[in-house]
C-alpha cells in the first residue's frame, strides 16, 4: 500500500481534473477514433486510459474517505453534473454526492460517540477492465488506512479496510469517457460503505437456539472475561486475525466471491481455533459439529446463523448484554435488517482500556474497527455479542 498526506478538497478536484484529461488524450490517441468527426466507433481502453481510471478511482475513494476525516466539500457540488471539471453522469454525480454528505453526517455521530479521525490514506489499484460497445467496466482494489485521534487517550493506533468497487464509464459521441455509476461489490461493511449490503442467509428454523439481541449504549456495565481454569487462548485469536485480516491463509478456502455470503464467519472459525476451539466431527450440515480445513468444512464453521447454533448448543458462548461489554475474542453478528436471519460476524481483536471492542472482520477486509464506527454506520441493525 502507499501512503500520501489528506488532500484539501480544492486539491482533490484538480486530482479528479487530471485523471480525466487524462482519460480524454489517451481517447484522442485510439487509432479507431476520429477527432473532427461527430460520432465515434465503439472505443477500445489502452493502458493510458486504464491509467486515467485507477487515478479517477483514487480521486473518487480518497474523498469519501476524506469526509470521515475533516469532512470538507468541494467548492463545487456535485449535482451539477461535475466532480471539478470532470463530466459526470446524473446519477453518478448525485450518488456521489449524497454519498458526501451521509458520510459527514457520519463524522458527526462519531464524534458524539467519541470517535475522530486526524488522516486518511487511501490508494486504489486497477484490478480488470471490461469493454462493451461503448461501455467500460473498472472493477478496482481500494485499501484506506485511517489514523485514530486521541479522544479518549486510548485508542489504537490505526484502522483499515481493503474494499472492492466497480465503476462504470460510457463514452459519449466523441469519444469522452464520463463516470456513470460506482458500485460497492463486497458483500461486508467498510468505514466508508455509505449503506449496507448483505447477502441473506437460508430461512431461519424457529426450533434452533436464539441468540438474545446486544444493547449498544455506552458505557456498558462491568463484565470481565474470566481468564483463569480456560484452555482458550485469547490473545492467540487476535493475534492470528490481525495477520490474517488482509493476508488469507491459503491452508482455508477463500468464500469471498462465491455468491456464498462471503468470508466474515470462516475467517472467525479460523481465529477460534487459532485459540484453542477444538474440531466437532460429523456430518456438515449438523450444527451441533463445528469443523473445518483446506478440504472440508461444516456449515457451522462458515455460516453466519450456523455458527450462532452451535455456539449457543454447545455452551462455547454465552451472550453478552451489551456489544460494549466485549473482550478480545469475543464475537460480535449483526442482522443488518433484522429480519430474524443474521448476516454478519466479527471477532474482537483489541479492546481499549475504556471499555471500546475494535472488530476485526472480513467481507470486507478490517482491521480494528471500533464496534461505535460499526453502530453509527448501521444504527438499524440488530447486535448480538457471544463471550467465548
Same mark, same amino acid.
Given at each position: ?5 489528506? +488532500? ?6 484538480? +486530482? *479528479? =481534473? ?9 481517447? #484522442? ?16 481502453? @489502452? ?5 486515467? /481510471?485507477?487515478? !479517477?478511482?483514487? %480521486? *473518487? ?8 476525516? @475533516? ?20 446519477? =453518478? ?67 483499515? /479496510?481493503?474494499?472492492?468497487?466497480? !465503476?462504470? /464509464?460510457? #463514452?459519449? $459521441?466523441?469519444?469522452?469517457? &464520463? !463516470? ?18 448483505? *447477502? ?18 455506552? $458505557? ?14 485469547? &490473545? ?33 472459525? &479460523? ?14 450440515? @449438523? ?6 480445513? %483446506? ?5 457451522? /464453521? +462458515? ?16 451472550? !453478552? ?11 460480535? &453478528? ?12 466479527? *471477532? ?32 438499524? %441493525? %440488530? ?6
Amino acid at each position: 500500500m502507499r501512503s500520501r498526506t489528506p +488532500i484539501p478538497a480544492r486539491r482533490r478536484a484538480t +486530482i *479528479v =481534473a487530471a485523471a480525466v484529461a487524462s482519460i480524454a488524450v489517451g481517447a #484522442a490517441l485510439l487509432p479507431t477514433w476520429s477527432a473532427g468527426a461527430a460520432s465515434v466507433d465503439d472505443p477500445a481502453v @489502452d493502458a493510458a486510459t486504464r491509467a486515467a /481510471f485507477q487515478r !479517477l478511482a483514487d %480521486a *473518487v475513494f480518497t474523498d469519501r474517505t476524506q469526509a470521515l476525516v @475533516d469532512g470538507e466539500r468541494s467548492a463545487r457540488p456535485l449535482t451539477d453534473g461535475f466532480l471539478g471539471d470532470v463530466r459526470l453522469s446524473s446519477g =453518478a454525480a448525485r450518488g456521489e454526492d449524497a454519498a458526501r454528505s451521509t458520510l459527514d453526517r457520519r463524522k458527526d455521530l462519531l464524534a458524539r460517540l467519541g470517535e475522530r479521525y486526524r488522516k486518511a490514506d487511501t490508494a486504489v489499484t486497477l484490478d480488470a477492465t471490461r469493454v462493451t460497445g461503448r461501455t467500460a467496466k473498472a472493477e478496482v482494489t481500494e485499501t484506506t488506512t485511517l489514523t485514530y485521534d486521541k479522544v479518549r487517550g486510548d485508542e489504537p493506533g490505526t484502522t483499515g /479496510f481493503q474494499a472492492h468497487h466497480e !465503476l462504470t /464509464f460510457t #463514452a459519449g $459521441p466523441r469519444g469522452d469517457w &464520463q !463516470l456513470t455509476a460506482v458500485r460497492d461489490t463486497d458483500p461486508g461493511i467498510a468505514v466508508n460503505t455509505v449503506a449496507g449490503r448483505s *447477502v441473506k442467509a437460508p430461512t431461519v428454523d424457529d426450533t434452533m437456539p436464539s441468540a438474545p439481541r446486544a444493547a449498544t449504549t455506552y $458505557p456498558a456495565p462491568a463484565k470481565p472475561k474470566t481468564l483463569t481454569g480456560t484452555a482458550l487462548n485469547y &490473545q492467540a485469536m487476535a493475534a492470528y486475525a490481525e495477520k490474517h485480516w488482509s493476508n488469507y491463509n491459503k491452508d482455508y478456502p477463500d468464500f469471498n466471491g462465491r455468491g456464498d455470503g462471503g468470508d466474515c464467519t470462516n475467517f472467525v472459525s &479460523q481465529s477460534l481455533k487459532a485459540g484453542g476451539w477444538k474440531h466437532v466431527p460429523g456430518y456438515v450440515y @449438523d450444527y451441533t459439529r463445528w469443523f473445518g480445513n %483446506a478440504e472440508i468444512q461444516s456449515h457451522s /464453521f +462458515i455460516g453466519v446463523n450456523e455458527w450462532s447454533w452451535f455456539a449457543q448448543n454447545s455452551k462455547r458462548t454465552t451472550s !453478552l448484554a451489551n456489544v460494549y461489554q466485549m473482550d478480545v475474542g469475543d464475537v460480535l &453478528q449483526m442482522d443488518f435488517d433484522k429480519d430474524g436471519s443474521k448476516d454478519h460476524t466479527m *471477532v474482537v481483536s483489541y479492546r481499549s482500556p475504556q471499555g471500546v471492542p475494535y472488530l476485526t472482520y472480513h467481507s470486507t477486509n478490517t482491521y480494528r474497527r471500533s464496534v461505535a464506527s460499526i453502530i453509527a454506520s448501521y444504527s438499524n %441493525a %440488530a447486535f448480538y455479542a457471544y463471550r467465548t
